[in-house]
């Protein structure tokens, strides 16, 4: 009798562990929402407009009272590999350094899954812009109220970086305004992929909030080195707005955007 109840008993125990296991692989259903922070930091700092002094590897120090950028594109990588997209009318952003709101993008409809990472592009596609000023929908009376439009011939800004900066060349606090975007035949559309540091569960339940650094310095002061006082023509200020140094500022945004961490709430 006893061997005869102990058989029966893993039997159970066996039946209870497939039970759970095949609990636990079976694939999340539904839609649900995930949240994506940006917080602006300058290297191991918060950001803070207007006095905080912030130096460059270049030994120039910057007082920045701007920062806007515009997020685009967005896509989620699953962990399996494949890809949801944003739908492409919903996915244009303005994160703005001094609207909160506008630096935690709550994107709906997301297909429940277990996602490992994130793409998106800062600025405005050429594709989108190609489509004229009819087919940019809402966005673009948003991107002129913000000031992040030329014109409509000129196109967008796609990042602003603005404030006063100080050098051993440059004794008094001179002002700096940094803008990308379209400038001839160099469309300076970049995009960023980064993995998170652990899976954003999406689920009907549970909506993920995705902590990214967005680090200002590596604007000017990433792989590629901008030196302020040398734009700084006539001392009356750096202006970028073009030339040679928009494509090295777009290259250096791709080392921008980290990760801080994710939370499954």
């Known amino acids: 009798m006893k061997t005869t109840n102990t058989f029966f008993a893993a039997l159970a125990s066996a039946c209870l562990m497939l039970s759970c296991s095949s609990d636990d692989s079976s694939p999340a259903t539904g839609t649900g929402a995930i949240n994506i922070e940006f917080d602006n930091v300058y290297g191991a700092n918060n950001l803070i407009l207007g006095t905080q002094p912030n130096t460059t590897s270049q030994g120039e120090t910057l ?102 900066f100080t050098s051993g060349s440059v004794a008094n606090e001179t002002p700096f305004m940094v803008h990308t975007g379209k400038t001839g035949t160099d469309y300076n559309y970049t995009s960023v992929t980064i993995p998170f540091t652990n899976s954003a569960l999406v689920r009907t339940d549970i909506t993920p909030q995705v902590h990214i650094f967005a680090d200002a310095s590596k604007i000017i002061d990433g792989n590629n080195k901008i030196i302020l006082s040398d734009n700084n023509e006539g001392g009356m200020g750096a202006m970028i707005m073009g030339g040679e140094n928009l494509p090295l500022i777009t290259a250096n945004l791709s080392q921008m955007f980290t990760v801080n961490h994710v939370h499954n709430d």
């Open 63 to 164: 007082k920045i009272n701007q920062l806007k950028y515009i997020v685009s594109n967005i896509k989620l990588t699953r962990t399996d590999g494949t890809i949801f997209t944003y739908p492409k009318s919903q996915s244009y952003f303005i994160v703005d350094e001094t609207d909160l709101a506008s630096q935690t993008l709550n994107l709906q409809n997301i297909p429940a899954g277990d996602y490992a990472s994130i793409t998106f592009g800062i600025g405005v596609d050429e594709e989108q812009w190609l489509l004229g000023a009819d087919g940019q929908g809402d966005f673009l009376s948003l991107a002129d109220s913000e000031d992040m439009m030329w014109s409509w011939s000129a196109g967008y800004k796609f990042v602003m970086f603005e404030g006063n």
